[in-house]
């Protein structure tokens, strides 16, 4: 049961594969600059391609992003990124092909170089 409304949503992403920090910051910089009123709550650990081994503890609230804290080791042998989103009037969905889309993008593009 939804203690907020029909329009508040709680949900996770998991990305499977590790993402480039480019990729990843523009994907989420443009979902704030076209989606960032409704970005109620965004947290997570993020594992990004050019630091393996020390994930980055992700926060922000609508159009408000803190910078990332980098842990010294992952907290156990799960190393796949894990997002939490609330949101208003965005669906799983959007938010799921959004990163995915651009983490094929990221994937694309290493095939090529």
């Not at 959007?94 to 651009?102: H, L, M, Q, V």
């Amino acid at each position: 049961m939804n203690r907020h409304g029909k329009d508040i949503q709680s949900y996770s992403l998991v990305l499977e594969k590790p993402i480039s920090t480019l990729t990843f910051t523009t994907a989420l910089e443009l979902l704030i600059a076209t989606k960032g009123e409704d970005l109620l709550r965004v947290k997570g650990v993020v594992h990004l391609e050019e630091m393996p081994g020390r994930p980055a503890v992700i926060h922000g609230v609508q159009h408000v992003f803190h910078d990332p804290v980098w842990l010294e080791d992952w907290p156990d042998e799960d190393r796949r990124s894990k997002l939490v989103f609330i949101t208003r009037n965005i669906p799983k969905n959007t938010i799921d092909a959004f990163f995915k889309s651009w983490q094929s993008v990221d994937n694309e593009m290493v095939g090529a170089a």
